[in-house]
Protein backbone atom coordinates (compact mmCIF):
# COMPACT_ATOMS: atom_id res chain seq x y z
CA UNK A 1 0.00 0.00 0.00
CA UNK A 2 1.44 3.36 -0.77
CA UNK A 3 1.85 6.06 1.81
CA UNK A 4 -0.33 8.62 -0.22
CA UNK A 5 -3.41 8.01 -1.88
CA UNK A 6 -3.96 10.35 -4.85
CA UNK A 7 -7.01 9.97 -7.58
CA UNK A 8 -5.14 10.52 -10.84
CA UNK A 9 -8.12 12.02 -12.63
CA UNK A 10 -8.20 13.88 -15.08
CA UNK A 11 -10.78 16.07 -13.29
CA UNK A 12 -12.36 18.39 -15.61
CA UNK A 13 -14.22 21.42 -14.30
CA UNK A 14 -16.21 24.37 -16.13
CA UNK A 15 -14.47 27.68 -15.56
CA UNK A 16 -15.80 29.37 -12.70
CA UNK A 17 -16.38 25.93 -10.76
CA UNK A 18 -15.07 24.53 -7.40
CA UNK A 19 -11.79 22.27 -7.75
CA UNK A 20 -11.87 19.77 -5.10
CA UNK A 21 -8.87 17.73 -4.50
CA UNK A 22 -7.96 15.21 -1.64
CA UNK A 23 -5.18 13.21 -0.74
CA UNK A 24 -5.21 10.09 1.91
CA UNK A 25 -2.12 9.15 3.79
CA UNK A 26 -1.74 5.96 6.36
CA UNK A 27 0.88 7.11 8.46
CA UNK A 28 -0.28 9.53 11.76
CA UNK A 29 3.41 10.87 11.63
CA UNK A 30 3.05 12.52 8.97
CA UNK A 31 2.74 15.96 9.98
CA UNK A 32 3.56 18.56 7.22
CA UNK A 33 1.48 18.43 4.58
CA UNK A 34 1.97 20.20 1.03
CA UNK A 35 0.11 20.60 -2.55
CA UNK A 36 2.47 21.32 -5.49
CA UNK A 37 1.30 22.41 -8.88
CA UNK A 38 2.97 21.42 -12.06
CA UNK A 39 2.33 22.74 -15.15
CA UNK A 40 2.87 20.52 -18.48
CA UNK A 41 6.67 20.02 -19.29
CA UNK A 42 7.68 22.06 -16.16
CA UNK A 43 9.01 21.01 -12.30
CA UNK A 44 6.23 21.45 -9.00
CA UNK A 45 5.72 24.57 -7.36
CA UNK A 46 5.09 25.17 -3.93
CA UNK A 47 1.64 26.24 -3.50
CA UNK A 48 0.27 26.01 -0.12
CA UNK A 49 2.33 24.19 3.12
CA UNK A 50 0.31 23.43 6.21
CA UNK A 51 0.95 21.62 9.58
CA UNK A 52 -1.10 20.00 11.39
CA UNK A 53 -5.30 19.94 11.37
CA UNK A 54 -7.11 22.46 10.05
CA UNK A 55 -7.40 25.22 7.37
CA UNK A 56 -5.33 27.33 5.43
CA UNK A 57 -6.56 29.98 2.72
CA UNK A 58 -4.69 31.65 0.15
CA UNK A 59 -6.52 33.66 -2.40
CA UNK A 60 -8.51 31.60 -4.47
CA UNK A 61 -7.00 28.50 -2.67
CA UNK A 62 -7.64 26.79 0.04
CA UNK A 63 -5.89 23.65 1.90
CA UNK A 64 -7.67 21.37 4.75
CA UNK A 65 -5.79 19.15 6.79
CA UNK A 66 -8.08 16.25 9.01
CA UNK A 67 -5.78 14.13 10.79
CA UNK A 68 -8.28 12.69 12.77
CA UNK A 69 -9.25 10.91 8.93
CA UNK A 70 -5.62 11.47 7.47
CA UNK A 71 -7.22 13.10 4.56
CA UNK A 72 -6.08 16.36 3.14
CA UNK A 73 -7.71 18.71 0.61
CA UNK A 74 -7.27 21.24 -1.41
CA UNK A 75 -10.20 23.76 -2.69
CA UNK A 76 -9.76 25.99 -5.42
CA UNK A 77 -12.39 28.31 -5.59
CA UNK A 78 -13.57 30.52 -9.27
CA UNK A 79 -11.31 27.91 -11.09
CA UNK A 80 -9.69 29.68 -14.39
CA UNK A 81 -8.13 27.87 -17.29
CA UNK A 82 -4.78 28.87 -16.10
CA UNK A 83 -5.57 26.40 -13.05
CA UNK A 84 -5.37 24.03 -15.84
CA UNK A 85 -2.12 21.69 -14.32
CA UNK A 86 -1.43 18.34 -12.36
CA UNK A 87 -1.82 19.13 -8.76
CA UNK A 88 0.19 16.98 -6.25
CA UNK A 89 0.08 16.45 -2.47
CA UNK A 90 3.36 15.49 -0.67
CA UNK A 91 3.70 15.07 3.03
CA UNK A 92 6.84 14.70 5.54
CA UNK A 93 6.91 13.71 8.94
CA UNK A 94 8.48 15.80 12.19
CA UNK A 95 10.98 13.00 12.77
CA UNK A 96 12.51 13.19 9.20
CA UNK A 97 15.94 15.09 9.57
CA UNK A 98 16.07 16.17 6.02
CA UNK A 99 12.71 16.88 5.01
CA UNK A 100 12.39 13.82 2.82
CA UNK A 101 9.00 13.97 1.40
CA UNK A 102 5.95 11.43 -0.04
CA UNK A 103 3.98 12.75 -2.94
CA UNK A 104 0.80 11.53 -4.28
CA UNK A 105 0.40 10.40 -7.75
CA UNK A 106 -0.65 14.29 -8.96
CA UNK A 107 -4.68 14.19 -10.19
CA UNK A 108 -4.66 16.26 -13.02
CA UNK A 109 -7.12 19.12 -13.74
CA UNK A 110 -8.68 20.43 -16.75
CA UNK A 111 -10.44 24.17 -16.24
CA UNK A 112 -12.71 24.66 -19.87
CA UNK A 113 -13.64 27.91 -21.11
CA UNK B 1 14.06 33.63 -6.71
CA UNK B 2 14.83 30.28 -6.34
CA UNK B 3 16.35 29.00 -9.13
CA UNK B 4 17.44 25.32 -9.75
CA UNK B 5 18.53 24.35 -12.79
CA UNK B 6 18.79 21.40 -14.83
CA UNK B 7 21.47 21.28 -17.52
CA UNK B 8 19.35 19.66 -19.81
CA UNK B 9 15.61 19.24 -20.84
CA UNK B 10 15.59 16.05 -22.99
CA UNK B 11 18.07 13.01 -23.24
CA UNK B 12 18.07 10.44 -25.79
CA UNK B 13 20.67 7.86 -24.80
CA UNK B 14 21.20 4.17 -25.74
CA UNK B 15 21.26 1.17 -23.12
CA UNK B 16 24.59 0.46 -21.61
CA UNK B 17 25.37 4.46 -21.69
CA UNK B 18 26.99 6.66 -18.83
CA UNK B 19 24.70 9.22 -18.30
CA UNK B 20 24.77 12.19 -16.09
CA UNK B 21 22.43 14.73 -15.38
CA UNK B 22 23.20 18.12 -13.36
CA UNK B 23 21.87 20.03 -11.24
CA UNK B 24 22.47 23.70 -9.74
CA UNK B 25 20.93 25.76 -7.75
CA UNK B 26 21.42 29.31 -7.08
CA UNK B 27 19.86 30.30 -3.19
CA UNK B 28 22.85 28.68 -1.33
CA UNK B 29 20.23 25.35 -0.07
CA UNK B 30 21.59 22.68 2.14
CA UNK B 31 19.92 20.03 1.28
CA UNK B 32 19.61 18.78 -2.77
CA UNK B 33 17.60 16.02 -4.05
CA UNK B 34 16.67 13.78 -6.72
CA UNK B 35 13.43 12.17 -7.85
CA UNK B 36 12.38 10.44 -11.12
CA UNK B 37 8.45 10.86 -12.38
CA UNK B 38 6.99 8.37 -13.52
CA UNK B 39 3.14 8.48 -14.90
CA UNK B 40 0.41 6.90 -11.98
CA UNK B 41 3.65 6.45 -9.68
CA UNK B 42 4.39 10.08 -8.83
CA UNK B 43 7.73 11.51 -7.42
CA UNK B 44 9.95 8.66 -6.00
CA UNK B 45 12.79 9.74 -4.42
CA UNK B 46 16.41 8.67 -5.94
CA UNK B 47 19.12 9.89 -3.40
CA UNK B 48 19.63 12.91 -1.36
CA UNK B 49 22.34 14.88 -0.33
CA UNK B 50 22.29 17.84 2.74
CA UNK B 51 26.14 18.75 2.34
CA UNK B 52 29.06 18.74 0.04
CA UNK B 53 30.19 15.00 -0.43
CA UNK B 54 27.14 13.97 1.71
CA UNK B 55 24.59 11.36 0.29
CA UNK B 56 21.51 9.27 1.70
CA UNK B 57 19.78 6.88 -0.73
CA UNK B 58 16.50 7.48 -1.49
CA UNK B 59 13.76 4.72 -1.86
CA UNK B 60 14.72 3.76 -5.36
CA UNK B 61 18.18 3.81 -5.32
CA UNK B 62 19.39 0.81 -7.74
CA UNK B 63 20.86 1.53 -10.41
CA UNK B 64 22.04 5.35 -9.86
CA UNK B 65 24.38 7.19 -8.30
CA UNK B 66 24.78 10.67 -7.13
CA UNK B 67 27.76 13.09 -7.47
CA UNK B 68 28.19 16.25 -4.44
CA UNK B 69 31.72 18.14 -4.97
CA UNK B 70 30.33 21.73 -4.66
CA UNK B 71 27.08 23.19 -2.43
CA UNK B 72 25.49 24.58 -5.52
CA UNK B 73 25.79 21.38 -7.62
CA UNK B 74 24.23 17.63 -7.33
CA UNK B 75 24.56 15.29 -10.11
CA UNK B 76 22.75 12.34 -10.82
CA UNK B 77 25.37 9.48 -12.18
CA UNK B 78 23.26 6.27 -14.49
CA UNK B 79 26.07 4.12 -14.99
CA UNK B 80 25.03 1.58 -17.33
CA UNK B 81 21.44 3.08 -18.68
CA UNK B 82 18.37 0.73 -18.97
CA UNK B 83 14.76 0.92 -20.76
CA UNK B 84 13.50 0.84 -17.23
CA UNK B 85 15.56 3.82 -16.33
CA UNK B 86 13.55 6.02 -19.38
CA UNK B 87 11.66 8.66 -17.36
CA UNK B 88 11.30 12.27 -16.02
CA UNK B 89 14.14 13.54 -13.64
CA UNK B 90 13.45 16.34 -11.19
CA UNK B 91 15.90 18.01 -9.08
CA UNK B 92 15.29 20.11 -5.93
CA UNK B 93 16.68 21.81 -3.01
CA UNK B 94 15.77 23.31 0.29
CA UNK B 95 17.23 25.25 3.30
CA UNK B 96 18.28 23.31 6.24
CA UNK B 97 16.08 25.44 8.11
CA UNK B 98 12.82 25.11 5.85
CA UNK B 99 13.74 21.47 5.20
CA UNK B 100 10.05 20.57 3.65
CA UNK B 101 9.90 23.46 1.41
CA UNK B 102 11.54 22.01 -1.92
CA UNK B 103 12.48 23.77 -4.77
CA UNK B 104 11.99 22.06 -8.29
CA UNK B 105 13.77 22.05 -11.50
CA UNK B 106 11.81 21.88 -15.03
CA UNK B 107 13.03 18.38 -15.59
CA UNK B 108 15.22 16.27 -18.06
CA UNK B 109 13.26 13.93 -19.99
CA UNK B 110 15.74 10.93 -20.45
CA UNK B 111 14.66 8.04 -23.27
CA UNK B 112 17.09 4.98 -23.15
CA UNK B 113 16.91 3.01 -26.06
Known amino acids: QKEVEQDPGPLSVPEGAIVSLNCTYSNSAFQYFMWYRQYSRKGPELLMY????GNKEDGRFTAQVDKSSKYISLFIRDSQPSDSATYLC?????????????FGAGTQVVVTP | DVKVTQSSRYLVKRTGEKVFLECVQD?????MFWYRQDPGLGLRLIYFSYDVKMKEKGDIPEGYSVSREKKERFSLILESASTNQTSMYLC????????????FGAGTRLSVL
Open chain 2, 92 to 103: ASSLRQAKNIQY
Open chain 2, 27 to 31: MDHEN
Open chain 1, 50 to 53: TYSS
Open chain 1, 90 to 102: AISMTTDSWGKLQ
